[in-house]
């Protein structure tokens, strides 16, 4: 599995961007796909998932009501909407895919992008 993710760059606070991820490869709609990131300094985290059956997200609580993720089954594409960004949310986000059911620890992602730099700043 290829995982592809672009769309980062540089926003003032309060301001938005759209993250994608295209899979190729041995990629099956039943994978789970999702995204990390990882701040200068600290320990990658999970930031939002959608899962192998169609609908169920699941987000880490700093970004509920700011960040979206959608996926799009017909072409392997991942995509998370970021708006009213922080300066907290500055960091490099990775796509990931697993081909665990549902959202696994981190360990269990077997399948990562390259990262895209988002930094928010005035």
């Known amino acids: 599995v290829q995982l592809q993710a672009s769309g980062g760059g540089l926003v003032q606070p309060g301001g938005s961007l759209r993250l994608s991820c295209a899979a190729s490869?041995?990629?099956?709609?039943?994978?789970?796909m999702g995204w990390f990131r990882q701040a200068p300094g600290k320990e990658r985290e999970f930031v939002a998932a959608?899962?192998?059956?169609?609908?169920?997200?699941k987000y880490i609580e700093s970004v509920l009501g700011r960040f979206t993720i959608t996926r799009v089954y017909a072409n392997n594409t991942m995509f998370l909407q970021m708006t009213t960004l922080k300066p907290e949310d500055t960091a490099v986000y990775y796509c990931?895919?697993?081909?665990?059911?549902?959202?696994?620890?981190?360990?269990?992602?077997?399948?990562w992008g390259q990262g895209t730099q988002v930094t928010v700043s005035s």
């Open positions: 490869g041995r990629f099956l709609s039943s994978y789970s």
């Open positions: 959608v899962c192998c059956d169609g609908g169920s997200t």
């Open positions: 990931a895919a697993t081909n665990r059911w549902g959202f696994p620890t981190m360990n269990l992602w077997n399948s």
